[in-house]
Protein backbone atom coordinates (compact mmCIF):
# COMPACT_ATOMS: atom_id res chain seq x y z
CA UNK A 1 0.00 0.00 0.00
CA UNK A 2 1.17 3.54 -0.49
CA UNK A 3 0.65 6.37 1.90
CA UNK A 4 1.93 10.41 1.57
CA UNK A 5 2.47 12.24 4.91
CA UNK A 6 3.33 16.08 4.37
CA UNK A 7 5.53 17.04 7.53
CA UNK A 8 4.02 20.46 8.15
CA UNK A 9 -0.02 20.90 8.42
CA UNK A 10 0.88 24.44 8.26
CA UNK A 11 3.54 26.96 7.09
CA UNK A 12 3.50 30.66 7.71
CA UNK A 13 6.31 32.60 5.72
CA UNK A 14 6.78 36.59 4.72
CA UNK A 15 6.10 37.59 1.07
CA UNK A 16 9.39 37.42 -0.72
CA UNK A 17 11.21 34.64 1.14
CA UNK A 18 11.58 31.31 -0.23
CA UNK A 19 9.42 28.25 1.04
CA UNK A 20 9.77 24.33 1.63
CA UNK A 21 6.89 22.29 1.55
CA UNK A 22 7.81 18.52 2.91
CA UNK A 23 6.66 15.62 1.05
CA UNK A 24 7.64 11.87 2.57
CA UNK A 25 5.97 9.14 0.20
CA UNK A 26 5.75 5.11 1.38
CA UNK A 27 5.66 2.55 -1.79
CA UNK A 28 6.83 -0.56 -2.42
CA UNK A 29 6.78 -0.32 -6.29
CA UNK A 30 7.73 2.93 -8.13
CA UNK A 31 5.13 5.30 -8.73
CA UNK A 32 4.57 8.91 -9.90
CA UNK A 33 4.22 12.27 -7.54
CA UNK A 34 2.42 15.12 -7.82
CA UNK A 35 1.32 18.36 -6.02
CA UNK A 36 -1.72 19.95 -6.09
CA UNK A 37 -2.48 23.35 -5.23
CA UNK A 38 -5.82 24.33 -3.92
CA UNK A 39 -7.65 27.54 -3.84
CA UNK A 40 -10.33 28.76 -1.41
CA UNK A 41 -13.68 27.21 -2.50
CA UNK A 42 -11.88 25.99 -5.82
CA UNK A 43 -10.84 22.91 -6.55
CA UNK A 44 -7.11 21.06 -7.18
CA UNK A 45 -4.85 22.75 -10.00
CA UNK A 46 -1.64 20.78 -11.07
CA UNK A 47 1.60 22.56 -10.25
CA UNK A 48 3.96 19.96 -11.32
CA UNK A 49 4.24 16.00 -11.86
CA UNK A 50 6.93 13.77 -11.77
CA UNK A 51 6.97 10.68 -14.40
CA UNK A 52 10.49 10.01 -14.98
CA UNK A 53 13.81 11.86 -15.92
CA UNK A 54 15.24 14.80 -14.52
CA UNK A 55 14.84 14.66 -10.80
CA UNK A 56 14.47 18.58 -10.70
CA UNK A 57 10.79 19.07 -12.30
CA UNK A 58 9.60 23.28 -12.70
CA UNK A 59 6.35 23.61 -12.45
CA UNK A 60 4.12 26.61 -13.07
CA UNK A 61 3.59 29.83 -11.07
CA UNK A 62 7.64 29.61 -10.23
CA UNK A 63 7.41 26.30 -7.94
CA UNK A 64 9.91 23.21 -8.33
CA UNK A 65 10.34 20.16 -6.75
CA UNK A 66 12.92 17.31 -6.59
CA UNK A 67 12.27 14.10 -6.47
CA UNK A 68 14.95 12.05 -4.03
CA UNK A 69 14.51 8.22 -4.03
CA UNK A 70 16.92 7.46 -1.37
CA UNK A 71 14.69 9.35 1.09
CA UNK A 72 11.38 9.04 -0.99
CA UNK A 73 10.88 12.74 -0.64
CA UNK A 74 9.16 15.08 -3.29
CA UNK A 75 9.65 18.56 -1.35
CA UNK A 76 8.46 21.43 -3.18
CA UNK A 77 10.61 24.58 -3.50
CA UNK A 78 9.83 28.31 -4.47
CA UNK A 79 12.78 30.93 -4.00
CA UNK A 80 10.12 33.79 -3.10
CA UNK A 81 6.56 33.85 -2.54
CA UNK A 82 3.83 36.03 -3.05
CA UNK A 83 0.77 37.14 -1.60
CA UNK A 84 -1.34 35.20 -4.29
CA UNK A 85 0.74 31.63 -3.26
CA UNK A 86 -1.24 31.52 -0.20
CA UNK A 87 -3.59 28.03 -0.72
CA UNK A 88 -3.18 24.80 0.51
CA UNK A 89 -1.02 22.04 -1.23
CA UNK A 90 -1.31 18.59 -1.54
CA UNK A 91 1.19 16.11 -2.41
CA UNK A 92 -0.14 12.62 -4.62
CA UNK A 93 1.39 9.93 -5.64
CA UNK A 94 -0.14 7.07 -8.31
CA UNK A 95 1.05 3.62 -8.77
CA UNK A 96 3.82 3.40 -11.40
CA UNK A 97 2.27 1.77 -14.68
CA UNK A 98 -0.61 0.33 -13.01
CA UNK A 99 -3.85 -0.43 -13.52
CA UNK A 100 -5.32 1.84 -11.43
CA UNK A 101 -5.14 5.95 -12.00
CA UNK A 102 -6.79 7.21 -8.73
CA UNK A 103 -4.27 9.36 -6.75
CA UNK A 104 -3.40 9.22 -3.05
CA UNK A 105 -3.15 12.58 -1.01
CA UNK A 106 -1.00 13.96 1.50
CA UNK A 107 -3.16 15.58 4.26
CA UNK A 108 -1.93 18.64 3.28
CA UNK A 109 0.13 22.20 3.95
CA UNK A 110 -1.73 25.11 4.13
CA UNK A 111 0.56 28.22 2.94
CA UNK A 112 0.10 31.45 4.56
CA UNK A 113 1.96 34.48 3.19
CA UNK A 114 2.18 37.59 4.97
CA UNK A 115 2.83 40.82 3.53
CA UNK B 1 -11.71 24.49 -23.41
CA UNK B 2 -14.37 24.56 -21.00
CA UNK B 3 -13.12 22.65 -17.63
CA UNK B 4 -14.70 20.19 -15.29
CA UNK B 5 -17.81 21.18 -14.31
CA UNK B 6 -20.04 19.56 -11.45
CA UNK B 7 -23.19 20.22 -10.50
CA UNK B 8 -24.79 21.29 -8.08
CA UNK B 9 -22.31 23.31 -6.61
CA UNK B 10 -24.13 23.60 -3.30
CA UNK B 11 -26.82 21.40 -1.71
CA UNK B 12 -28.01 20.55 1.94
CA UNK B 13 -29.71 17.48 2.70
CA UNK B 14 -31.08 15.28 5.48
CA UNK B 15 -30.15 12.44 7.01
CA UNK B 16 -31.57 9.06 5.60
CA UNK B 17 -32.24 10.91 2.02
CA UNK B 18 -30.12 10.37 -0.79
CA UNK B 19 -28.28 12.60 -2.95
CA UNK B 20 -26.54 12.24 -6.76
CA UNK B 21 -24.13 14.54 -8.29
CA UNK B 22 -23.62 15.15 -11.78
CA UNK B 23 -19.48 15.87 -13.40
CA UNK B 24 -19.25 16.62 -16.93
CA UNK B 25 -15.42 16.31 -17.83
CA UNK B 26 -13.21 18.27 -20.16
CA UNK B 27 -14.20 17.49 -23.62
CA UNK B 28 -12.64 14.52 -25.06
CA UNK B 29 -11.67 12.83 -21.71
CA UNK B 30 -13.06 9.51 -21.26
CA UNK B 31 -11.63 8.72 -17.91
CA UNK B 32 -13.58 10.21 -14.39
CA UNK B 33 -12.67 9.89 -11.32
CA UNK B 34 -14.48 10.90 -7.51
CA UNK B 35 -12.52 11.98 -4.13
CA UNK B 36 -14.34 13.21 -1.06
CA UNK B 37 -12.31 16.09 0.63
CA UNK B 38 -13.27 16.52 4.73
CA UNK B 39 -11.34 18.04 7.39
CA UNK B 40 -10.31 15.06 9.15
CA UNK B 41 -9.79 12.55 5.95
CA UNK B 42 -8.56 14.67 3.57
CA UNK B 43 -8.82 13.82 0.19
CA UNK B 44 -10.22 10.19 -1.00
CA UNK B 45 -10.53 7.84 -3.82
CA UNK B 46 -13.86 7.05 -4.53
CA UNK B 47 -14.39 5.64 -7.69
CA UNK B 48 -12.69 5.62 -11.00
CA UNK B 49 -14.96 5.14 -14.58
CA UNK B 50 -13.62 4.80 -18.03
CA UNK B 51 -15.45 4.08 -20.89
CA UNK B 52 -18.86 3.48 -18.68
CA UNK B 53 -16.68 1.09 -16.78
CA UNK B 54 -15.57 1.00 -13.21
CA UNK B 55 -12.05 0.23 -13.20
CA UNK B 56 -11.35 1.05 -9.56
CA UNK B 57 -12.86 1.86 -6.37
CA UNK B 58 -11.76 3.60 -2.69
CA UNK B 59 -12.76 1.94 0.54
CA UNK B 60 -16.23 3.98 0.89
CA UNK B 61 -19.46 1.86 1.99
CA UNK B 62 -22.17 0.37 -0.84
CA UNK B 63 -24.22 3.39 0.10
CA UNK B 64 -22.06 5.44 -2.09
CA UNK B 65 -22.28 4.36 -6.13
CA UNK B 66 -21.60 5.84 -9.48
CA UNK B 67 -22.01 5.26 -13.41
CA UNK B 68 -20.49 7.09 -16.03
CA UNK B 69 -22.85 7.68 -19.51
CA UNK B 70 -21.36 7.06 -23.39
CA UNK B 71 -20.58 10.69 -23.25
CA UNK B 72 -17.80 10.30 -20.67
CA UNK B 73 -20.36 12.30 -17.80
CA UNK B 74 -20.34 10.53 -14.64
CA UNK B 75 -23.11 10.90 -11.45
CA UNK B 76 -22.11 9.72 -7.54
CA UNK B 77 -25.30 8.87 -5.52
CA UNK B 78 -25.09 8.78 -2.09
CA UNK B 79 -28.18 6.92 -0.24
CA UNK B 80 -29.39 6.66 3.40
CA UNK B 81 -26.88 9.93 3.91
CA UNK B 82 -25.37 10.23 7.20
CA UNK B 83 -23.80 13.26 8.98
CA UNK B 84 -20.32 12.47 8.50
CA UNK B 85 -21.23 12.42 4.27
CA UNK B 86 -21.11 16.34 4.83
CA UNK B 87 -17.96 16.94 2.12
CA UNK B 88 -17.06 18.49 -0.79
CA UNK B 89 -17.57 16.03 -3.40
CA UNK B 90 -14.12 16.80 -6.64
CA UNK B 91 -15.08 15.19 -10.09
CA UNK B 92 -11.68 14.80 -12.02
CA UNK B 93 -11.30 13.55 -15.54
CA UNK B 94 -8.66 12.62 -17.80
CA UNK B 95 -7.83 11.73 -21.61
CA UNK B 96 -7.35 7.79 -20.28
CA UNK B 97 -6.33 6.28 -17.14
CA UNK B 98 -2.46 6.91 -17.93
CA UNK B 99 -1.67 7.65 -14.81
CA UNK B 100 1.00 9.83 -16.69
CA UNK B 101 -1.79 11.81 -18.27
CA UNK B 102 -2.52 15.26 -16.03
CA UNK B 103 -5.84 15.06 -14.20
CA UNK B 104 -8.16 18.04 -13.99
CA UNK B 105 -10.18 18.83 -11.02
CA UNK B 106 -13.54 20.33 -11.24
CA UNK B 107 -14.55 22.84 -8.40
CA UNK B 108 -16.36 20.64 -6.66
CA UNK B 109 -20.05 19.95 -5.00
CA UNK B 110 -20.53 21.15 -1.34
CA UNK B 111 -22.59 18.81 0.18
CA UNK B 112 -24.25 19.20 3.91
CA UNK B 113 -26.36 16.96 5.52
CA UNK B 114 -28.39 17.75 8.35
Known amino acids: AQSVTQLDSQVPVFEEAPVELRCNYSSSVSVYLFWYVQYPNQGLQLLLKYLSGSTLVKGINGFEAEFNKSQTSFHLRKPSVHISDTAEYFC?????????????FGKGTKLSVKP | KAGVTQTPRYLIKTRGQQVTLSCSPISGHRSVSWYQQTPGQGLQFLFEYFSETQRNKGNFPGRFSGRQFSNSRSEMNVSTLELGDSALYLC?????????????FGEGSWLTVV
Open chain 2, 92 to 104: ASSFSPDQRNTIY
Open chain 1, 92 to 104: AVSNYGGSQGNLI
